[in-house]
């Protein structure tokens, strides 16, 4: 498990919207599922404020967010000490519903439709999902590092539309009207924290600072957006000029850390004289974000309280914006330092999010693929591309995968993981690949294994020139002991001796050619094992009187299928199997010789109860001259293994010291 | 007990018939072994003055039975024998007279008899 220290720029505790704080660590929480990771958050004074570890609780992380987010939305109800029925606000999953009130002053919250209002911008849910999925934020929308001129005219055409709106209601005071305005507001901030949504181009939607004055008779104010240096003003209104004047002292204002009190009386002061009249003002300042809303004539309890209400919701956003950009900075670090690359994208298989070693990679390869491009950009090889697709379209997973990949003479290895991005009613918004480089581990491994065949075929090569060096000494030998011609040797026997050891070179050498490609002339047919064996232990039967074995045979009684091999081969090798198993038990012991099907395939059992073969010499018993008898070639097994090979068979050898040796060979059963 | 003058160990048989057909020249009695741990009682049985041990024996490798006949304090000259080009371990070996060196195979069964003829001191035959 990797653990993530991170020191976020922005202190979570701080963010007085308990919402957007709970959605952060489902946020996190969910991040630390799908990478497995522990992400640890400190302060900047080192103290530990949260701590998310996996494997995921995603059972109790729905009950304490939604539990939470329900509570607050109750707590708001009850502060309205008014009837509202039929009021349509969204809950805080971000969904729309209706509020109906009980007998004892509760009210019941009722789903509903979604209809498009005035901020249209949250997407229709079904009621469903409601239970609240644990899902990442929506990447997709995030907003462009800098605002262009054209979207911050387009946003403030788009507030300017809501505000204009809130003028009729003022002018006609009409509460229910109002309130509803203010719960459109409502809704766009619940939207930014609720469970469902993280939208953040709601949060642009509204202003990074608003200053409002609302007349008795008409309705004037300014919108101004900051983003990144970048300044919009938008006035509008009965009175521009006294507007823009406020406008500017705002802004002028602004730019000092805490105006306060004195921001506050000056604007009351400007429109009194102005407009001749009283006017009472709401104020909101926090880290930066300033709202305020003039009420000239005050015209009743109940719009005061509104405008309240619609302060509240204003500084609320205002806070949201500018926290979320912080928000928005401290995940992308905590992707940024995660060691594998990351790709979210969408459920078209965009590109929505690319982590640093994500990017990395593909500039490594020469390759600067967009977000928002498809996936294929990323050229990571037609499996990966495959399962992103799959994912996001049908919510398939794919865990600890493996693939290859060449393009044009530069391979990739990569392990990959890719999760969708799955709501609650099964629909896939996206998926997350998440993935590590293995090509070098990969070419090192393979590096390796070519060294140790080498060294193996180096090993076999020594013993060769071992094998043949006895008969070759023997006959160099007899030739020399020849020219001495010194009794008591006869001439005839040394010469015989000289034809024997070259008869052994050259067999040896047949031998060591047969494993390479034994079986060269032979036609493999179908052979009845059952025959075979019955032949063989004829022979076996004398071998065993000899050695005080007892041979013990299991052959069922009915006829089993026919394998595909050469029979003489196959008696050879049987031979040899049982010849080493009754040399092992060189003081007398017991041979148990079995034939069984199993599947599609027929195997002979070999087991004795001799002292059995060190596990260190196991694995070394298949191969060329090893051998650990006196005298022995080390072909046999080579040779067996290398016959039942060509026959599409196998060779098993289990052995335990003190037990005894099982030797297991199988062949696959002729086709029909 | 016939007195044994050279005890051979080697799994090969036709090298062991090698040695008796000329050690037989020099007139030395020689017992041949093809296995270490009986090869390993003879030497001990008969103390002889050479020892000929092939390196790559079964269970028990050559330098295994020469270090043996040295923890069973018999002074016998060694003469190791390979088919592999091997080294004897001069850290090991080095400081030890009796041990004459490697023969490796195929060899000179003349110059072999002079070595021989040397260690025990009589004339070839």
Known sequence: MTTLYYFPDQNIKDCPNKHFTRRWTVFQKSLASILKVAIVWFDPHGEVVSLQEPPDPAGHLRQTGAAEAYREIFRRISREHRDLSGIKTVDPLGFPISLIRLDDGGYLLMGEPFRSGALGAVPVPPAKMRAAEVSAPEYGRLPQPVLTPEVIEERLSHTAGLFNKLRRYFVRPNLPELLSAVGRLEQLIISVCGQGYFNSRAVFELITSCLMLIAGSGCAFTFIYEYQGQIATLCCGEQPELVQGLADEWNRLGQERDPGKRFADLISRRAEDKLKTAVEGILYQNNGASVYLGLVGAEGAHLREALGALVDCAAAALELSSFWAGCQESWKKVFGAIRQGIIVVDNRGAILIMNSAAKKLCKERGIAPALGRPVKGCRLGPQIEEALLGAAGSGCSFRSKRSSFDESGAPLCLCWDVFPLLRDDGQSNGAVLVYEDITVTVQLKEEIRKWERLATAGEIAASLAHEVRNPLATAKAAIQLLRMDKAPLKREELLEKLDLELDRTNSILTNFLNISKPMQDEKLEPVLLKETLQELLFFLNGEAVLNEIDLVVRIPPEELPAVLGSANSIKQVCLNIALNAIEAMSGGGRLTISLFQRKKRVHIRFEDNGPGIPAENLEALTRPFFTTKPGGTGLGLAISTAILKSMGGNLNIESNVGEGTAVELSLPIADQ | ?125
């Open chain 2, 1 to 125: 007990m016939k007195q044994i003058d050279v005890v051979v160990i080697d799994d090969n048989e036709g090298i062991c018939w090698v040695f008796r057909q000329a050690l037989a020249l020099c007139k030395l009695n020689c017992l041949t072994l093809s296995d270490g741990t009986q090869g390993l009682e003879q030497v001990i049985r008969h103390r002889p003055g050479l020892v000929i041990i092939d390196i790559k024996l079964g269970a028990m490798n050559g330098f295994e039975v020469a270090r043996r006949i040295r923890q069973n304090n018999i002074d016998a000259k060694i003469l190791f024998v390979t088919g592999y080009s091997e080294a004897i371990a001069a850290e090991e070996w080095g400081g030890d007279k009796n041990i004459l060196g490697v023969l490796e195979k195929p060899f000179n069964v003349e110059e072999f008899l002079e070595m021989v003829a040397e260690i025990f001191d009589r004339p070839l035959c």
